[in-house]
């Protein structure tokens, strides 16, 4: 039997505090099927919050999978706001193409683009946006830090999926590629002082960086 200490028992309560709606439920499934690992409900619910606290109107996501982060992104953006996702997976971006039309949200909010993160965020406007969210490969962390900060407005945030990368970040003796790219990411925010930032240790990590 696997006993729980009280820090993971208030994890498991925050995590389980938030509950979704049957749309977004299929959105899920649908993820679980293809393989692209959706958001914990408690990373989706923060996302939301971001994005209306912030008034987005232009979000860039990293990761779009099968859009369950992309429809609880578009939940707190504005209504006219538009959220640029980028994936290398044509068929992940078909799964999210019908979960965007299952929410009815009407194909204007979406720009789905379809290719390597690295090679689609230069294409992307300086200053431009409200928020940036990363799900995608921790081990090209650095450049999205690199290019997500470029690409806010002053105000904006920043976040960073698997920024405790299923714990190993905080174990010195792990040294693996990605996790090392975790942890230079996280120094390159916190060495800005020109970013607030804050680690929450909701679904595997959340980095959350504002710009001044
Ligand atoms: C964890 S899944 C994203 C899940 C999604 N955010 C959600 O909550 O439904 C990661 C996604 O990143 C995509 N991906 C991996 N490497 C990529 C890259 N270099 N550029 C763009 N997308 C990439 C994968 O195809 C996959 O769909």
Redesign the pocket.
Request: a negative charge; charged letters at 25%; proline letters at 5%.
């Given at each position: 039997m696997c006993v729980q200490t009280n820090a993971e028992r208030i994890l498991t309560h925050a995590e389980g505090a938030v509950r979704e709606d049957e749309a977004l439920g299929a959105?899920?499934e649908r993820?679980d099927d293809?393989g692209?690992?959706?958001?914990p409900p408690a990373?989706?619910a923060a996302l939301a919050l971001f994005a209306r606290m912030l008034d987005a109107k232009t979000v860039v996501?990293?990761?779009?999978?099968?859009?369950?982060?992309?429809l609880?992104l578009l939940r707190g953006m504005r209504e006219d706001g538009v959220l640029t996702t980028?994936?290398?997976?044509p068929e992940?971006?078909r799964a999210?193409k019908l979960s965007f039309r299952t929410n009815d949200i009407a194909p204007a909010r979406t720009r789905l683009i379809n290719?390597?993160?690295?090679?689609?965020l230069p294409r992307l406007a300086d200053g431009a946006y409200d928020l940036v969210?990363v799900?995608?490969?921790p081990v090209?962390h650095p450049h999205y830090v690199r290019e997500g900060v470029r690409l806010l407005r002053p105000g904006g945030a920043i976040v960073l999926?698997?920024a405790l990368h299923g714990g190993r970040v905080v174990d010195p003796s792990q040294r693996d590629a990605a996790t090392v790219a975790v942890r230079e990411a996280a120094k390159a925010l916190a060495e800005d002082d020109k970013l607030i930032r804050v680690l929450l240790p909701i679904g595997d990590g959340l980095l959350c960086a504002s710009k001044l």
């Amino acid at each position: 039997m696997c006993v729980q200490t009280n820090a993971e028992r208030i994890l498991t309560h925050a995590e389980g505090a938030v509950r979704e709606d049957e749309a977004l439920g299929a959105a899920r499934e649908r993820a679980d099927d293809l393989g692209a690992e959706p958001v914990p409900p408690a990373v989706g619910a923060a996302l939301a919050l971001f994005a209306r606290m912030l008034d987005a109107k232009t979000v860039v996501e990293v990761g779009t999978g099968a859009g369950v982060s992309s429809l609880w992104l578009l939940r707190g953006m504005r209504e006219d706001g538009v959220l640029t996702t980028i994936d290398s997976e044509p068929e992940h971006q078909r799964a999210a193409k019908l979960s965007f039309r299952t929410n009815d949200i009407a194909p204007a909010r979406t720009r789905l683009i379809n290719g390597r993160a690295l090679d689609v965020l230069p294409r992307l406007a300086d200053g431009a946006y409200d928020l940036v969210f990363v799900d995608s490969a921790p081990v090209d962390h650095p450049h999205y830090v690199r290019e997500g900060v470029r690409l806010l407005r002053p105000g904006g945030a920043i976040v960073l999926h698997n920024a405790l990368h299923g714990g190993r970040v905080v174990d010195p003796s792990q040294r693996d590629a990605a996790t090392v790219a975790v942890r230079e990411a996280a120094k390159a925010l916190a060495e800005d002082d020109k970013l607030i930032r804050v680690l929450l240790p909701i679904g595997d990590g959340l980095l959350c960086a504002s710009k001044l």
